[in-house]
């Protein structure tokens, strides 16, 4: 038996010490006193080393027994102390909870399993108008417009299979006013572990959307109105420069010149803002051609030469290979080019090496345009793709643009089926890469009976130009694509004539068309059987309602396009 600690060990050997004198001294007395009572035990040969050692056993026996009394004491004092702190503790928290509950900024949302509201703080009264007590026990859904029911559904189920999904919600105030609403979910737990409902922190952000359109509309507006007096100064300017209006001077011919450049700069300036208003609300279009990027990249080597050469510096054109002739918007891809060779240009010092350059591989071709400048820290690499953003070097190397080339070129690059990065340290220089697939964009057949579904999956498709056909049926789909053969097939299980397991089916008899691949969707649950029956590839599926987020990804996965594969990354060095 272990002693806990040197104070218990002394404790301990102290009264059984004291108990085991006592016991001896009563043993001892005891003995006497029989003795003393029955005379013809002296008659007897009793020692009296029995009596003591039978009074020092019940010594030691009581002495052992009144230490374990003491520790049990100690314990239950410790025990008590504890659970008193704990009550103070619990107190406290719960307490804490009902301050963060009450008082806090956000509305605070807890649903039960079935979607009802179970509690409701007052930031909710606050937002919405209505009493809180009206609303327990009311379906969460109830209070969102209808367009966004589908995904606060599919956000709760996310929730209560262990998720943390944040989305965007659209309510309904006690006067019929629209709220917009930023969610974070979490999972509600029992004192097992077990998922038994939702917590929804739903922030107000229909201010900031506001501004947000309001922005994007004054931009819009204000571009249009700059266009028309820029536009007057440059044929003004020219006029001067030309000498339409009189003779003038060499300085006045600099000076002039340095107006006409900052023209320029402010129309690109217009430009990009207007772009980057279209981008918003995805209205870019692209006129796509068959066309060769290595031409491109000989013009803007061309164009830029002078330029380059008034830096002393050296401008290369590194084309690895020949490249196939693809699809892409020219004006676009240009203005793209001009971006990255303009930072280049800027942030490289004088007597520099710029490098325009381009590989195909694997069908994807592969541009870049890489200098010796001053670099970009990793921490920056992804933040100064965002709008108004600008390499922070502490170098002065001309003028500092709007932030917005970087942010242009990537989305035109996103909506050329490509992804754009780069590569970089700070003081060594930077790599901007592009990657476009050389393939037309792919074509997708959307099989669903369903009008309204049909129109909002061809929405959800629109900003990636892919090209979509449509069938609202088993028979139609099937001819369509026997006779167009897609890219892609996103087929509705339940559908009149023939259901979707049929359409699999007949897909899988033809060599024309087994190999074709599949995404299904449907509200119901699957015939796990009856797909494995008709096929070993794996199918992935979708439960309706669909996220424009999960139909992208889902078709993207299909199609091979989310691969973070850079297949310069090996080669250009």
Same mark, same amino acid.
């Given at each position: ?44 040969? @009793? %020692?009296? /080393? ?10 030691? &026996? $009581?002495?052992?027994? #009144? +230490? ?100 965007? @919600? %659209?309510? /309904? ?10 969610? &974070? $979910?979490?999972?509600? #737990? +029992? ?115 002078? &330029? ?266």
């Amino acid at each position: 038996m272990g002693l806990i600690n040197k104070k218990a060990e002394f404790v301990v050997t102290k009264g059984v010490l004291e108990n085991s004198l006592v016991g001896t001294c009563m043993g001892l007395l005891v003995g006497l006193a029989i003795r003393g009572f029955f005379p013809r035990l002296n008659e007897i040969n @009793l %020692d009296w /080393v029995i009596f003591i050692l039978i009074g020092l056993l019940i010594g030691i &026996a $009581s002495g052992f027994e #009144r +230490d374990r009394k003491q520790v049990l004491m100690r314990r239950k004092a410790q025990l008590e102390a504890e659970i008193r702190q704990s009550r103070v503790s619990l107190l406290t928290t719960e307490e804490r909870y009902k301050n963060l509950f009450n008082y806090a900024n956000d509305i605070i949302l807890i649903l039960e399993s079935d979607g009802r509201f179970a509690e409701l703080n007052p930031k909710f009264e606050e937002i919405f108008g209505y009493s809180a007590n009206e609303w327990l026990g009311r379906s969460f859904y109830d209070l969102l417009t209808s367009n966004c029911r589908d995904e606060a559904i599919k956000n709760f189920w996310e929730t209560l299979k262990g998720g943390n999904p944040r989305f965007i @919600l %659209d309510a /309904v105030q006690v006067r019929g006013g629209v709220v917009n609403l930023s969610c &974070a $979910s979490s999972p509600v #737990r +029992d004192a097992e572990g077990e998922v038994i409902g939702a917590m929804i922190i739903a922030r107000d952000i229909s201010e900031s959307k506001n501004l947000e359109e309001l922005q994007n509309r004054f931009v819009s507006h204000a571009s249009h109105e700059l266009r028309t007096p820029l536009t007057a100064m440059r044929e003004f300017v020219s006029l001067l420069v030309d000498g339409v209006v009189g003779e003038i001077t060499e300085e006045q011919k600099q000076y002039l010149g340095r107006v006409e450049s900052n023209i320029d700069r402010l129309s690109r300036i217009i430009d990009n803002l207007l772009l980057m208003a279209q981008a918003d609300e995805e209205k870019i279009t692209l006129d796509k051609r068959l066309l060769d990027l290595s031409e491109l990249l000989r013009q803007v080597r061309g164009d830029y030469q002078a &330029a380059a050469a008034k830096k002393n510096q050296e401008l290369i054109l590194n084309l690895e290979g020949e490249l196939p002739r693809f699809h892409f918007d020219p004006d676009r891809m240009m203005q793209v080019l001009i971006n990255l060779l303009g930072n280049a240009m800027k942030y490289t010092p004088d007597g520099g090496k710029i490098e325009l350059g381009a590989r195909c591989e694997k069908g994807i071709v592969t541009a870049w345009v890489k200098d010796n400048g001053v670099g970009i820290d990793p921490e920056q690499h992804e933040r100064i793709f965002d709008r108004f953003q600008q390499i922070r070097d502490g170098h002065k190397f001309g003028r500092k643009g709007a932030g917005l080339g970087l942010a242009i070129s990537r989305e035109i690059i996103r909506l050329h089926r490509g992804r754009m990065w780069v590569e970089s340290q700070s003081g060594v220089g930077s790599c901007f890469y592009f990657s476009i697939p050389v393939s037309q964009a792919p074509k997708i057949l959307l099989v669903d009976d369903d009008p309204d579904l049909v129109e909002m999956y061809k929405d959800f498709l629109a900003p990636y130009h892919y090209r979509v056909e449509v069938a609202y049926n088993g028979e139609e789909a099937l001819e369509k694509a026997r006779s167009q053969t897609p890219d892609l097939m996103v087929l509705d299980v339940v559908m009149p004539r023939m259901n979707g397991y049929e359409v699999i089916g007949r897909l899988q008899e033809s060599a024309q068309t087994c190999n074709i691949p599949l995404v299904i969707l449907t509200a119901y649950g699957l015939d796990q059987k009856r797909l494995n029956g008709l096929g070993h590839r794996l199918i992935p599926a979708l439960h309706k309602p669909v996220s424009m987020n999960e139909f992208i990804g889902a078709v993207r996965d299909s199609l091979g396009e989310n691969s973070e594969e850079n297949p310069a990354r090996s080669a250009i060095q």
